[in-house]
């Protein structure tokens, strides 16, 4: 398993933006896939994005394309997530994750490292 540590989330009013950072640590991630979810209350955990370190190819749901952004810095070991244009329906508790050598990037349970989450509230 990877260490993961989430930071950035918050309180902040619809249409406004955030960005959430993991930081990973402990090993290459050159064969592994980083992904973010979210859960809110009384829903079920749900794929965000997902980014394949090596290739930087990236992944969205489609309830957050062209809003929401993965990227990461190999120097920092970090992945971002920028979130723009932030509706109330996107209140949740974020998680990190890592998964190595996965195919299906949106499916949680063949992801082995979670972080601790990361609470975001969007207000009307």
């Known amino acids: 398993q990877v260490p993961l540590v989430e930071s950035g989330g918050g309180l902040v009013q619809a249409g406004d933006a955030l960005r959430l950072s993991c930081v990973a640590s402990?090993?290459?991630?050159?064969?592994?896939?980083m992904g973010w979810f979210r859960q809110a209350p009384g829903k079920e955990r749900e794929f965000v994005a997902a980014?394949?370190?090596?290739?930087?190819?990236?992944y969205y749901a489609d309830s957050v394309k062209g809003r929401f952004t993965i990227s990461r810095d190999n120097a920092k070991n970090t992945v971002y997530l920028q979130m723009n244009s932030l509706r109330p329906e996107d209140t949740a508790v974020y998680y990190c994750?890592?998964?190595?050598?996965?195919?299906?990037?949106?499916?949680?349970?063949?992801?082995?490292?979670w972080g601790q989450g990361t609470q975001v509230t969007v207000s009307s």
């Open positions: 994750a890592a998964a190595n050598k996965v195919l299906m990037v949106a499916v949680a349970t063949l992801y082995d490292s």
């Open positions: 402990g090993r290459t991630f050159s064969t592994y896939v």
């Open positions: 980014i394949r370190w090596s290739s930087g190819s990236t």
